[in-house]
């Protein structure tokens, strides 16, 4: 089997998608003939992820011009077939249903990774989609133990419970909306005294410096704007809270309390359906940063911190979901099933 990922990552993006589609990759290797990366060179991105983990990568043209998604297009088809591509796995939000249809002509299989949105798609298999299943032609793998967490941990069950929480944020790799920044705002009054922070900064974060000289002063405060390890970030807090997106399911995976914060549509979706699950709590963008932010944030806090299994229920993501997916693209069940077009 010869496979192709199509992924990009950049200021905008961040570097989610390439993480967990490395994580799948990562367990694929050994029964592929090939695995290659084709990705645009995107300002801000994260292509040197591939490198370290010494998996091929294709670049294609940046389009900055109309027709930007047929040349996408024609560049996709073109790497699969000088690669003699088999099966092509999509991890992005903006190539859409008509590209989908057409790059599926000249492939054999097709998977894309979704969000739990309810978005339609045309392939052959998807993962976590919670739209209407009203085809017999696309198998779909849907929930919790399908999540791609790219690193797992696990903490021990007889880790020693601080009498004071500890709380991490992180906001993305760019963090576009400030959110960090605007959360050490409000969390930096009197209230919140009997907490502990961490706020990890991203990589392409453009307000680093402001934040660590604003903030560097209060003594509950620990701003790291280096990229920290996040086995490391996630042993030393209790909560975490961030937007929603791929590091809020290793913090569920980990025995993290989590908070999300969602800001675009696609983090709306995964933290409504952790919502849903009850394994996390979910509060409102615009609610959070305004004047009732404050005591928004300290019920949820007291809400969270008061149950042991948090919300009552235990919380049902093993890290092995990127195996689980990986054995199904190898499996003969999926290699034999007919496509239509």
């Known amino acids: 089997m010869r496979i192709a990922f199509r992924v990009d990552s950049s200021k905008l993006i961040g570097a989610g998608h390439i993480k ?3 994580k799948l990759a990562e367990e694929l290797k050994f029964k592929c003939e ?3 990366f084709i990705t645009k060179n995107l300002n801000g991105n994260f292509n040197y992820l591939i490198k370290k983990k010494k998996f091929k990568f ?10 930007k998604l047929n040349k996408d297009l024609d560049a996709t088809k073109s790497i699969c077939k000088r690669f003699k591509i088999n099966t092509l796995i999509i991890d992005h939000y903006y190539l859409g249903l008509s590209w989908e249809k057409k790059i599926r002509k000249h492939i054999k299989k097709l998977v894309v990774i979704d969000d739990f949105s ?6 052959d298999l998807i993962i976590n989609n919670i739209g209407k299943k009203n085809t017999n032609n696309t198998k779909y793998l849907t929930g919790l133990e399908y999540v791609i967490t790219p690193n797992n941990f696990s903490h021990k069950k007889n880790k020693k419970i601080s009498k004071i929480q500890t709380i991490g944020t992180f906001f993305g790799s760019t ?17 919140f005294n009997d907490f502990k922070f961490i706020c990890i ?10 934040i660590e000289k604003k903030y560097r002063k209060f003594k509950n405060f620990n701003i790291e704007k280096k990229f920290v390890d996040m086995k490391t970030f996630l042993k030393k807090i209790n909560i975490l809270i961030t937007s929603g997106g791929v590091t809020s399911f290793e913090a569920l995976s980990s025995g993290i309390k989590c908070i999300n914060i969602p800001i675009n549509f696609y983090q709306k979706m995964n933290s409504n359906f952790q919502k849903r699950r009850g394994v996390s709590e979910v509060l409102n963008y615009s609610k959070v940063f305004s004047k009732n932010g404050k005591q928004l944030l300290i ?11 948090f919300l009552g229920k235990k919380i049902s993501i093993d890290g092995r979901g990127s195996r689980k997916i990986a054995n199904y693209i190898l499996g003969k069940e999926f290699n034999r099933s007919t496509k239509v077009n």
């Not at 294709?58 to 027709?67: A, D, G, L, T």
């Open 58 to 67: 294709v670049s294609i043209k940046r389009n900055e011009f109309k027709n």
């Open 299 to 309: 019920d949820c806090f007291k809400k969270i911190t008061k149950e042991s299994n």
């Open 34 to 36: 090939k695995i290659i």
């Open 118 to 123: 309810k978005r339609k798609h045309h392939c």
């Open 20 to 22: 967990r589609c490395l």
């Open 175 to 191: 963090d576009n909306k400030n959110c960090s920044e605007e959360f050490l705002k409000i969390v930096s009054q009197k209230e």
């Open 201 to 210: 900064l991203g990589k392409n974060n453009k307000n680093k410096k402001k």
